[in-house]
């Protein structure tokens, strides 16, 4: 059985700031990585792997600087990785995403089990995992925070905001998981020399994937982000102390309905 992870290298979100005068997003000097929804997509595969006899991939369409962090992934249970050089700077659409994922799973496969996270740490477009599921022409099984085969057919709960919800399908297919029902599990010494040894593959679009950037750019629908806007909270930084537990109370609930965080009910 092959399974293949999808993952996004990225700017951690995290460390973005904003500038309080302009509230212009503050870029310079974030930081990039494989975010925290691609490192648990990875050990939900590494999890079903050691189930049944199967490899676990990574593919990722990024920029050179992601082949030096590919061996963190390898590290965590994956046993190769490839990344496809990305021409556009971090600036293609999902349409562009989509076709190239296709191409190259279609040069790497085939897989029994693409996984990938439900959404990207930056973007958060939900795309990915849609997309390719209907150029690939396979089931889509998305928001899973549990999976497991049973003779041959996955079978997996989905996160829906109502419940819990269980499907099965056969393979091959495609799973989105939901955010934090998997977590990458702390990197060993063992781990970490093992993956030095594990192979890595580096890709140009069009030399190994036949696609032509111009070509590819005309034939999806593009948007375009005119302006980008941070949001500043102040922070009030009250505090209460050295009083009864019910005054405490008292004096919460007095400051959140000052606040119209509560709607304070007429007398009955």
């Given at each position: 059985?092959?399974?293949?992870?999808?993952?996004?290298?990225?700017?951690?979100?995290?460390?973005?700031?904003?500038?309080?005068?302009?509230?212009?997003?503050?870029?310079?000097?974030?930081?990039?990585?494989?975010?925290?929804?691609?490192?648990?997509?990875?050990?939900?595969?590494?999890?079903?792997?050691?189930?049944?006899?199967?490899?676990?991939?990574?593919?990722?369409?990024?920029?050179?600087?992601?082949?030096?962090?590919?061996?963190?992934?390898?590290?965590?249970?994956?046993?190769?990785?490839?990344?496809?050089?990305?021409?556009?700077?971090?600036?293609?659409?999902?349409?562009?995403?989509?076709?190239?994922?296709?191409?190259?799973?279609?040069?790497?496969?085939p897989?029994?089990?693409?996984?990938?996270?439900?959404?990207?740490?930056d973007?958060?477009?939900?795309?990915?995992?849609?997309?390719?599921a209907?150029?690939?022409?396979?089931?889509?099984?998305?928001?899973?925070?549990?999976?497991?085969?049973?003779?041959?057919?996955?079978?997996?709960?989905?996160?829906?905001?109502?419940?819990?919800?269980?499907?099965?399908?056969?393979?091959?297919?495609?799973?989105?998981?939901?955010?934090?029902?998997?977590?990458?599990?702390?990197?060993?010494?063992?781990?970490?020399?093992?993956?030095?040894?594990?192979?890595?593959?580096?890709?140009?679009?069009?030399?190994?994937?036949?696609?032509?950037?111009?070509?590819?750019t005309?034939?999806?629908?593009?948007?375009?982000v005119?302006?980008?806007?941070?949001?500043?909270?102040?922070?009030?930084?009250?505090?209460?102390?050295?009083?009864e537990?019910?005054?405490?109370?008292?004096?919460?609930?007095?400051?959140?309905?000052?606040?119209?965080?509560?709607?304070?009910?007429?007398?009955?």
């Open positions: 059985m092959k399974i293949l992870v999808l993952v996004k290298y990225s700017l951690d979100v995290a460390e973005i700031r904003v500038e309080p005068s302009t509230h212009a997003l503050r870029m310079t000097g974030v930081p990039e990585r494989f975010g925290d929804l691609d490192k648990g997509a990875l050990q939900a595969a590494v999890e079903l792997a050691q189930t049944c006899d199967a490899t676990v991939e990574v593919l990722c369409f990024g920029p050179p600087a992601a082949r030096a962090a590919l061996k963190d992934l390898l590290a965590i249970g994956a046993d190769e990785a490839t990344v496809v050089d990305d021409p556009y700077g971090g600036a293609a659409d999902g349409a562009v995403v989509a076709r190239v994922l296709e191409a190259a799973i279609e040069k790497r496969g897989f029994d089990l693409i996984i990938c996270g439900f959404a990207s740490d973007g958060y477009s939900h795309q990915t995992g849609p997309r390719l209907e150029r690939l022409g396979l089931p889509l099984v998305s928001y899973a925070c549990r999976i497991g085969l049973d003779d041959g057919v996955l079978v997996a709960e989905r996160d829906l905001e109502e419940g819990l919800e269980s499907v099965s399908v056969r393979l091959p297919a495609i799973v989105s998981v939901a955010e934090e029902a998997f977590v990458a599990r702390p990197v060993t010494l063992l781990q970490a020399m093992k993956a030095q040894k594990k192979p890595t593959n580096t890709w140009e679009m069009q030399a190994d994937l036949g696609l032509d950037k111009d070509a590819l005309q034939s999806a629908s593009r948007s375009s005119l302006t980008t806007e941070g949001i500043v909270v102040e922070r009030q930084g009250r505090v209460l102390k050295a009083m537990l019910s005054e405490m109370a008292d004096r919460l609930i007095d400051w959140l309905v000052a606040e119209q965080v509560l709607v304070q009910q007429g007398g009955a």
